[in-house]
């Protein structure tokens, strides 16, 4: 079941959530959670493969890919900008965080800036 959510955009705040037809309870959001046996996979695994697919032509062209704010609490948005970024060396992360904007020590590719998202994001904004 997909359900599109009223957002408050100001606030940045769902309006509703979504319910369970039947019950009228509040639905689980379809994300994976340690050791979740409820996790629908399918639209992940189509979403990946159309990922891929959007890729694919990409791979001799230089990339910058932004990474806004992931903190090492929980490393799996830091992994994957720092792996996909050593596949080539036409990939630079630029990595945004006013706390964390390190890198692992081996690591080439990478540019920190030690700002917030949207301050860094509108000094980017006026210098194009």
Known sequence: MQEELD???E???ALSLP??????????PNILMFNDGSFNDSRYFLQKQSYKNWLKPLEDKNILLIELGAGKAVPSMRMFGEDFCKKSKARTLLRINPNECDFPKFFRNGI???????EALEMIDSLI
Do not use: E, H, V
């Open 7 to 9: 957002i408050d955009m």
């Open 11 to 13: 606030n940045f705040k």
């Open 19 to 28: 319910k369970y037809p039947r019950c009228q309870g509040l639905a689980r």
């Open 112 to 118: 920190g800036l030690k700002m917030k998202a949207l």
